[in-house]
Every structure is written in C-alpha cells, then in structure tokens.
C-alpha cells in the first residue's frame, strides 16, 4: 500500500479515496458506490463581497462592496452536485434535463438537507453541508476582484467573456450541460456561475454590508451563481437571488461543502 502524502497538518481523511495537489492547490475525494466527488482545499483570505455602484447589471441587494475575512479553512465541491451522486445517495432523480453527468436540479433547500443528511451517514466522518454565502463569492471569485473570475461583463444579456467559463441563456440552447466541461476558475472550481443556481445555508439577509444585520427573511434561503437560462448580469461573484426554501426549479442546484475541522 503506498504512503499517502500530507495534507495541511495531517494526514487525509480516512473517507478519502484520492487526494493530492496540482497547480490550483489540495485536493482530496469521496465515493458513494462508483460515484466520486472531488473537493477542493479553499485557503483563509480577505474579499471584498459585494459589487461596487458601477459594476454593470448589478442588483440593489448586492449592498456596498465591503471587507469580509474568511478565516476558516474549508473545502468545496469542484463541481455542482451531480444527478449520479444524488442517485447513488438518494436512490432516485428529480432532474427534469435527465443525465448522470449534469448537475442535479429540481431540488428545494429541504430536499438538500435531506440528501446530506444521508450522505454523511454512508460516508462517515465527512460531515458535509452547504456553504455559507460568504464562503460561496470568496471562492467564486478566487482572489480576483472583477464581476467575474474571469475579467468584466461586456454587456447584460449576454457577455462574451461568459461563453469559456459558464453555460447561461447566451450559449446553453436551453437546458443543462454536464458539470466540469466549462474552465476552472483560480481555486480549481468548475460551473460557480451558471449551469445551475446553488443554494447557500444562509437565511437571506438584505443589507449584507451591515455586520449587525439580521435575517430579513429567515423563511428564505439565499442562491448563487446563476443557471443555464439566466442573463449575463445573473452570472457575477457578487449576484444573489432569494426564494422559499421550499421552492423547486429546473435551473436550481447545489454544491458540497465542508470545514477543515469537522467530522
């Protein structure tokens, strides 16, 4: 049996099935059955969330930029949650755009908390949940400060500097694509922006720049990223929508999440 390499302080999780590093940094993976689920290490750092007054196609609740550290390590699914992983956790697929290979959709936040539920129990010790809405743009954006990764929108319906980097209403021809076709961003993270909406754990809070803030509709959950059938301006770092955690749409997905300390 060969020695696994360090990661960070320790060695990896015994779940791990496949670990390493490449040029966007650590990386350790999990299976259920002959499904396997890469996660990326996300570094502690210092953004700016949120979008400035000029930023084009912004939304009023996007707030004023304004500093967030993100102290904690953790680690992110490097893709959308896949139809295949939701089959092999939950034993059946919602999914209207059907494919192993595209990103689970038609699935609430409740429906979300159930599948990690069940899948931290096939996978002990891996303690998986959603992310925050903070951890979700700092990784987003991975040390970059324009409206995407990738550089500025050039117009709000459809952006040229969208088509290497996301599938949305300007080239997805009106359905979803199979995760990870579409280049990495910075930390080594596939379909942050289109594809499909992700959920984010947090109740939704309209005045992110106020550190005091409060949910000012806890029955709502917040969702990042932007889908296949969304505008340009849908698709930046700093773009956020909310809905009833209840609701089911065929452009709404997720994506794993875990701290470095849990489990």
């Not at 949120?50 to 609740?61: H, K, Y």
């Not at 996301?166 to 922006?193: I, Q």
Request: proline share 6%; glycine share 10%; charged share 25%.
């Amino acid at each position: 049996m060969r020695n696994r390499p360090r990661l960070l302080d320790g060695m990896p999780e015994p779940w791990a099935v496949e670990w390493g590093e490449d040029r966007h940094g650590l990386f350790m993976s999990f299976a259920v059955d002959d499904c396997v689920q890469r996660l990326r290490y996300i570094p502690p750092g210092r953004f700016l969330m949120g979008s400035p007054a000029s930023e084009l196609g912004r939304w009023d609740n996007e707030g004023r930029q304004h500093s967030v550290e993100c102290s904690d390590v953790y680690w992110l699914a490097d893709t959308p949650c896949t139809q295949a992983l939701w089959e092999a956790v939950m034993g059946q697929n919602p999914s209207q755009f059907v494919d192993p290979r595209h990103p689970v959709e038609q699935v609430n936040w409740h429906d979300c908390q159930e599948f990690l539920r069940r899948l931290n129990d096939r996978v002990p010790g891996l303690s998986a949940r959603l992310p925050y809405e903070a951890e979700w743009e700092y990784a987003c954006r991975a040390g970059t400060r324009g409206a995407t990764w990738a550089g500025e929108l050039d117009g709000e319906e459809t952006a040229t500097v969208l088509d290497p980097i996301a599938w949305y209403g300007g080239n997805s021809e009106g359905r979803t694509h199979p995760v990870g076709t579409k280049a990495r961003n910075p930390f080594g993270l596939c379909d942050m922006l289109g594809n499909v909406w992700e959920w984010c754990a947090d109740p939704y809070i309209n005045n992110l720049e106020d550190d005091t803030a409060v949910a000012t509709m806890v029955d709502e959950r917040v969702r990042r990223g932007g889908g296949w059938q969304s505008k340009a301006r849908s698709l930046r770092a700093a773009s956020r929508y909310r809905n009833s955690p209840s609701i089911v749409s065929n452009g709404v997905g997720f994506r794993l999440a875990r701290g470095q300390g849990e489990g």
